[in-house]
């Protein structure tokens, strides 16, 4: 595999490019709105985490209770689902340790992000203490824009609720840990438009990938029989991804808590002086 960077046309076979500072043995957080959605989106960089001496851990936010295509599915979807997500993550190199299950019904992952709920917990303790617990280093989730509602819970609780697991609070949830990264990764659409509007390309990295790795990655999919119908659309568009040179995932990175460069404005004051 070979890790881009399209702004600054770099291109290696080292995974610092998307993770700077890499170190072997590092955790990375892959969060997964639904149980499929990680493999859709990116499955290349788990396989290249492992391969660079990384742990990935899936985290999955919903159950799948609403993934069911006929009516006797209903009943056991859920059950299914789990045990697809355990195999099809297993093809990709992780271990059923490594994926974590929140339980959350589908299309309510939004209003259950806070700490305090009217009824009860929200995920948010859950969320601390395992980031914490497995001293994870690196998140990468979901886009936001405009795919699904979920998906745009899981970017904001990879945003503005993993970015908390490293302040020194609530440390009765576990010692504070150090997060590097933070990835937005597809399932389906394109990536929210640049503010500047250099809508051009939308996505600053990307993973090139040989063929075999993709098709590793499709029977990660197909391990998720209940969902063929659902997500053949999905699958099939993946055709889309392939050059002459391989099959391309993007990434967009998050400048999570950017602090502010205060020099620009400094040369407009000496301008309005």
Same mark, same amino acid.
């Given at each position: 595999m070979e890790f881009i960077n399209f702004l600054n046309l770099e291109?290696?076979?080292?995974?610092?490019?998307?993770?700077? *500072?890499? =170190?072997?043995?590092? =955790?990375?957080?892959?969060?997964?709105?639904?149980? %499929?959605?990680?493999?859709?989106?990116? +499955?290349?960089?788990?396989?290249?985490?492992?391969?660079? +001496? *990384?742990?990935?851990?899936?985290?999955?936010?919903? /159950?799948g209770d609403a993934g069911y295509s006929t009516l006797r599915e209903k009943k056991d979807i859920v059950k299914r689902r789990k045990e697809e997500a355990v195999r099809s993550y297993g093809l990709l190199g992780v271990p059923e340790k490594n994926v974590h299950f929140f339980a959350i019904s589908d299309f309510s992952l939004m209003g259950r992000? %806070?700490?305090?709920?009217? /009824?009860? =917990?929200?995920v948010f303790d859950k969320i601390i203490s395992t980031l914490r617990a497995e001293q994870i280093s690196r998140a990468v989730? &979901? &886009? #936001?824009?405009?795919?699904?509602?979920?998906?745009?819970?899981?970017? !904001?609780?990879?945003?503005?609720?993993?970015?908390q697991a490293q302040d020194p609070i609530l440390v009765d949830l576990g010692k504070p840990f150090p997060m590097k990264t933070y990835l937005a990764y597809s399932v389906?659409?394109?990536?929210?438009?640049?503010?500047?509007?250099?809508? =051009?390309?939308?996505?600053?990295?990307?993973?090139?990938?040989?063929?075999?790795?993709?098709?590793?990655?499709? !029977?990660?999919?197909?391990?998720?029989?209940? /969902? !063929?119908?659902?997500? /053949?659309?999905?699958?099939?568009?993946?055709?889309?991804?392939?050059?002459?040179? #391989?099959?391309?995932e993007l990434y967009k990175s998050i400048p999570v808590r950017k602090s502010i460069d205060y020099a620009p404005y400094f040369r407009i004051l000496k301008k309005t002086s």
């Open positions: 291109r290696t076979r080292q995974i610092d490019l998307l993770f700077p *500072g890499w =170190k072997k043995g590092e =955790k990375v957080a892959f969060y997964s709105p639904h149980d %499929d959605d990680a493999a859709l989106g990116a +499955g290349y960089l788990m396989m290249a985490t492992l391969e660079s +001496g *990384g742990i990935p851990h899936i985290y999955i936010f919903c /159950q992000l %806070d700490r305090r709920l009217p /009824q009860g =917990k929200g989730f &979901s &886009s #936001g824009y405009l795919e699904h509602w979920d998906h745009t819970a899981v970017f !904001n609780a990879g945003v503005y609720l993993s970015s389906w659409g394109d990536f929210e438009p640049s503010p500047l509007g250099r809508d =051009k390309i939308r996505a600053d990295l990307g993973i090139l990938a040989a063929a075999e790795e993709e098709t590793r990655v499709l !029977n990660a999919i197909m391990a998720f029989s209940s /969902q !063929n119908r659902i997500i /053949q659309d999905i699958v099939s568009h993946r055709e889309k991804r392939r050059s002459e040179e #391989g099959y391309l």
